[in-house]
C-alpha cells in the first residue's frame, strides 16, 4: 500500500497528542493554529478517520486517535535514532593537497599509518603543482613547493629544500666521467620552478659543458626520473626531501658535494586549524625528519 502521508503531517499530528493543545502544537511548529488545524483536518480525510473529539474547550483522543500516537511515537524514535547515528558514524573527508613527488615519496607510503591515527576520517591525496585557492573550502592542507609569502593563510616551514646529483648505490663515484655519464633530467617548467634547476645550471656552475654525444633522457616527473636512477640508468639532478628515505636507506648515493638551492615545502591552511590539521602537519613532520635529518 502507497503512503500519502507527509511527515508534516504526522509530526503535527504527535505534537496536538501529546500537549492536547492546537496553540501549543502550533507555536512549537511555527505555525498559526489554523494552518495546523488544516494538517490535521487533511490527514484525517486521508485516513477517513476522526483521530480527536473536538469539544468546547477541550479535545480528547479518540481510540484511532490513540492506536495511531503509539505508531507514530515509535516511528519517529526510529528515525531520530537513525539520524543519531549517521550523523555519529558520518567519515570526515579531510583533502591534503601536495607536490606529485611528496605525495608518491611521503604521503601515499605511510597513508595507513595516519589513518590509523585518524579512523573516523576518510583522506584524500590531491597531488598537483598548480597553485590552489585554500578559501574554496576543497582543501584542509596543502603542502607546496615555493617561495613563502602566501597571504591570509597560516603557512608554516616544513623543509628548506636543495638539488643533488643522485646515481645507484652500486655507481664507483671515482669512475664518473661527468663528460661521458648519462644524465637524466625532469622538466618543471618555469610556472614551477622559477629558479630554472637543470643539468645545465649545475654543469654551468662549475665551468664544465654537457658533452654533446652525452647519453641524456628527459622526464616531466621528477618521480619518474626517481625511477630510472634506481634502474641503475644514470644519475639525476633530484630533490633531496623527495628522495630522503632513498639516501637512507642507502639504494641511492650523493655523487657530488655541488648543491644547488632550491625552493621550501610549506604547510598551508585556514587560519582557523582544528586537531586533525595541527595533528596531520606533526605527522608530516615526524615522517620527513626520521630520515631526512640523517642524509
Known sequence: MELHYSLEQLL???YVAESMSFKKAAERLHLTPTALSHRIKKLEDQLNLKLFERKTRTIALTAEGEFLLKHVQTGFEHIQTALI????????LFTITTTPPYASEWLIPYLPELQALYPDVMFRVHASYDPVNMHSGQYDLAIRYGQGGYQALDVELLAVDEYVAVSHADLIVEHIDWTNVPLIHFSWGDEYCPKRINWQKWYNEQNMHIH?????????EENHAIRAVLAGQGIALLSKVAIAHYLHMGVLKIVSSHRIDALNYYFLSSLKQDDVILGTKQWCRNKLEQSYKLV
Do not use: K, P, W
Open 12 to 14: 503535527a499530528f504527535q
Open 85 to 92: 547515528q549517521l550523523n555519529q558514524n558520518q567519515q570526515r
Open 212 to 220: 654533446m654525444r652525452q647519453r641524456q633522457v628527459f622526464y616531466n
